[in-house]
């Protein structure tokens, strides 16, 4: 595999739709349009830096659980890591310039939970959770403050984004499960109802298509399902992959559940491109 092939593995990139999706969603919910496209290209670039980030700072643990990532299979040095990592939140901020200075500015706040997340926070299950459940919160709040509705007004989006930080914060604690090898199913079976329930959230208040609230439970629900019945870490962490593709229908339901069919349609079509780039990422 090339050093560039290497380097384009540590970004997740058949992921990355799924961050464009939230500061798309976030400035649509607002009634943002075109402008919004800069803001979602900053989402990708802070979503690709933040994973090639926690591949520079795991690169030690993974050398036991994921020998074959880039860092410690040796493909890609820790220098040349760091450097693109760097050159990702380059192209984020400036990315954030191209939209105003409310989308720099909340730009540079989810840079610095990034870095704190990966530094300090995913030390612990707990306080990890909750920094990726604020950075993908905030990256959803992004796209609204983008598009000119600050947190302060009636119109901001916190449902959706109180939604979808919840559910990170459940799929994250689930991603802890990697390393325990006691094989109960008592954790993830509670923290498969979480899963589960919490996209139904949106369904609560009186909107016109409440039912399309279900689209991203029923989109985890197999992958939780089988992981309860074997809980091996394997299949605990396909939930994780797949759970973090369910972020695609989730927000595709903040605009379903209002009847904006036409896009909540392009929001969930993202998972075909996410879908058909998994196996060629797969090979790299």
């Given at each position: 595999?090339s050093?560039?092939?290497?380097?384009?593995?540590?970004?997740?990139?058949?992921?990355?739709?799924?961050?464009?999706?939230?500061?798309?969603?976030?400035?649509?919910?607002?009634?943002?349009?075109?402008?919004?496209?800069?803001?979602?290209?900053?989402?990708s670039?802070?979503?690709?830096?933040?994973?090639a980030?926690?591949?520079?700072?795991?690169?030690?643990r993974?050398?036991?659980?994921h020998?074959?990532?880039p860092?410690?299979?040796?493909r890609?040095s820790p220098?040349?890591?760091?450097?693109?990592?760097?050159?990702l939140f380059?192209?984020?901020?400036?990315?954030?310039?191209?939209?105003?200075?409310?989308?720099?500015?909340?730009?540079?706040?989810?840079?610095?939970?990034?870095?704190?997340?990966?530094?300090?926070?995913?030390?612990?299950?707990?306080?990890?959770?909750?920094?990726?459940?604020?950075?993908?919160?905030?990256?959803?709040?992004?796209?609204?403050?983008?598009?000119?509705?600050?947190?302060?007004?009636?119109?901001?989006?916190?449902?959706?984004?109180?939604?979808?930080?919840?559910?990170?914060?459940?799929?994250?604690?689930?991603?802890?499960r990697?390393?325990?090898?006691?094989?109960?199913?008592?954790?993830?079976?509670?923290?498969?109802?979480?899963?589960?329930?919490?996209?139904l959230?949106?369904?609560?208040?009186?909107?016109?298509?409440?039912?399309?609230?279900?689209?991203?439970?029923?989109?985890?629900?197999?992958?939780?399902?089988?992981?309860?019945?074997?809980?091996?870490?394997?299949?605990?962490?396909q939930?994780?992959?797949?759970?973090?593709?369910?972020?695609?229908?989730?927000?595709?339901?903040?605009?379903?559940?209002?009847?904006?069919?036409?896009?909540?349609?392009?929001?969930?079509g993202?998972?075909?491109?996410?879908?058909?780039?998994?196996?060629?990422?797969?090979?790299?």
């Open positions: 595999m050093t560039a092939g290497a380097l384009f593995k540590l970004t997740r990139f058949p992921l990355v739709f799924t961050a464009a999706a939230d500061s798309a969603v976030g400035a649509a919910l607002v009634g943002g349009s075109l402008p919004w496209i800069p803001v979602a290209v900053c989402s670039f802070l979503y690709a830096a933040g994973m980030m926690n591949d520079v700072v795991d690169a030690d993974d050398r036991t659980l020998p074959e990532r860092i410690p299979s040796g890609v220098q040349a890591a760091r450097l693109f990592t760097l050159v380059v192209l984020a901020m400036s990315a954030a310039r191209v939209a105003d200075t409310n989308t720099m500015i909340g730009a540079t706040v989810l840079v610095a939970l990034i870095v704190s997340y990966n530094r300090y926070l995913k030390r612990w299950a707990i306080p990890g959770s909750l920094g990726m459940a604020a950075m993908r919160g905030g990256n959803l709040a992004l796209g609204a403050v983008s598009a000119g509705v600050l947190p302060g007004s009636e119109q901001f989006p916190w449902v959706p984004v109180t939604i979808l930080a919840c559910y990170v914060f459940i799929l994250t604690l689930w991603s802890t990697e390393e325990m090898r006691d094989g109960g199913r008592g954790l993830p079976a509670l923290l498969g109802i979480g899963l589960v329930a919490i996209p959230a949106g369904a609560v208040p009186p909107l016109p298509a409440r039912w399309a609230a279900a689209a991203a439970s029923l989109w985890i629900l197999p992958w939780v399902l089988r992981s309860i019945l074997r809980p091996e870490p394997a299949r605990l962490m939930t994780v992959r797949w759970g973090v593709l369910g972020i695609l229908p989730l927000d595709a339901s903040f605009l379903a559940v209002e009847a904006r069919w036409l896009e909540a349609g392009a929001v969930a993202l998972l075909v491109p996410a879908l058909l780039l998994l196996p060629l990422f797969r090979r790299l």
